[in-house]
């Protein structure tokens, strides 16, 4: 962490010259405690160690801070989702379940960026920056997509946004009922990510794309 208690064992301070870093680490902190709506802009001053005015130096208000959660949330996700897809190795079949499973455990290992995202209510055309992250990672997605169209016979192909769209939200859906490793969450019989390729196994052969690095 960019932020750490004095040695007098009063409130967590900044360095010098990493307030917007110490605030962002103060809204992840707070959005895990309390919900990314539970949570004020002066407690996320308090929170990083310094005045309720510092944070304007940085941001105009709180839900500028909670899109910069969100831009550097995105960031990350399209870090981790292109290391998975990896360009469609070995095969696309098998590319797609690492970025699903990808997918999982980036809503299970960053829970406080997961839901800036999703479920803080950013509006995403509000900064053009955010917009961009957002929209690079789902283009991984696309890319699964169009890989996995393209073995199916022209005359027979599904429209690859439509795929992408549906496997985007089959794997959200699983991260935000099932992936999330908190409490609320509801119980599975397999792991989540089992229970992923099993739809995606599904919906790919219902759409005749087989369901493997055969197409069998």
């Not at 130096?57 to 839900?63: A, I, L, N, Q, V």
């Not at 509006?123 to 917009?131: I, V, Y």
């Amino acid at each position: 962490m960019r932020w750490s208690k004095d040695g007098s064992g009063g409130k967590r301070g900044y360095h010098h010259g990493n307030l917007r870093e110490a605030l962002i680490e103060a809204a992840l902190s707070l959005i895990a405690e309390k919900g990314p709506s539970g949570f004020s802009f002066a407690d996320a001053a308090r929170s990083a160690g310094v005045s309720s005015a510092a944070p304007y130096r940085h941001f105009r208000d709180r839900e500028a801070l909670l899109a910069d959660v969100a831009r550097l949330g995105f960031e990350l996700f399209e870090k981790r989702l292109s290391a998975a897809w990896n360009d469609g190795r070995p095969d696309p079949f098998t590319a797609f379940e690492a970025t699903g499973r990808a997918y999982l455990a980036f809503a299970r290992e960053e829970p406080s960026h997961y839901s800036a995202m999703f479920e803080a209510g950013v509006d995403l055309d509000a900064d053009p920056e955010l917009r961009r992250a957002a929209d690079r990672s789902f283009a991984v997605l696309r890319q699964a997509a169009d890989a996995l169209c393209a073995l199916a016979p022209a005359d027979r192909r599904p429209p690859a946004l439509m795929v992408s769209l549906h496997l985007w939200a089959m794997s959200h859906g699983i991260a935000s009922l099932f992936g999330r490793g908190d409490s609320g969450r509801r119980k599975l019989p397999m792991a989540p990510e089992e229970l992923l390729e099993a739809g995606v196994l599904v919906y790919l052969r219902g759409l005749g794309l087989g369901g493997g690095p055969t197409g069998s």
